[in-house]
Nanobody, 124 residues
C-alpha cells in the first residue's frame, strides 16, 4: 500500500523556519521524482518545488527561491522541505507528491501519489 505522510507543519511567526518531512512507504521511493505542492484556502494546488530521483536538479517556484530547500534521503525513504524566512503568503496546506518518471513536472495532477498534507500557518 502506497503511503506518503507529511509532518512538521505548525504555526510560526513571520521570518521563522519550519522543516517538513515526507515519509514514503509501499513503493520504490528512489524510482520516483518527488515534489511539494501547497494549497491556500480557496486556491488551487500550487507547485512549490521538486527534486529528481537521485536528489539533484531541484526546481523551485520563483516565490520560494532562496528561502526553501528540498532534499531527499532515499535510504530513509524520506524527503524534506526546509523553509526559511517564512511570510504570511506561505500559509497553506503542504502536500508531498511523487511520480514514476525522471521528468520533473509542475502540475499536481501529473503526479501519481499524494500525501494528506500538513498545515503551515505563518503569522504576521
Amino acid at each position: 500500500q502506497v503511503q506518503l505522510v507529511e509532518s512538521g507543519g505548525g504555526l510560526v511567526q513571520a521570518g521563522g523556519s519550519l522543516r517538513l518531512s515526507c515519509a514514503a512507504s509501499g513503493f520504490s521511493f528512489s524510482s520516483y521524482t518527488m515534489a511539494w505542492f501547497r494549497q491556500a484556502p480557496g486556491k488551487e494546488h500550487e507547485f512549490v518545488t521538486a527534486i529528481s530521483r537521485t536528489g539533484g536538479d531541484p526546481d523551485y517556484t520563483d516565490s520560494v527561491k532562496g528561502r526553501f530547500t528540498i532534499s531527499r534521503d532515499n535510504a530513509k525513504n524520506t524527503a524534506y522541505l526546509q523553509m526559511n524566512s517564512l511570510n504570511p503568503e506561505d500559509t497553506a496546506v503542504y502536500f508531498c507528491a511523487v511520480r514514476r518518471s525522471w521528468v520533473i513536472a509542475r502540475r499536481f495532477n501529473e503526479y501519481d501519489y499524494w500525501g494528506q498534507g500538513t498545515q503551515v500557518t505563518v503569522s504576521s
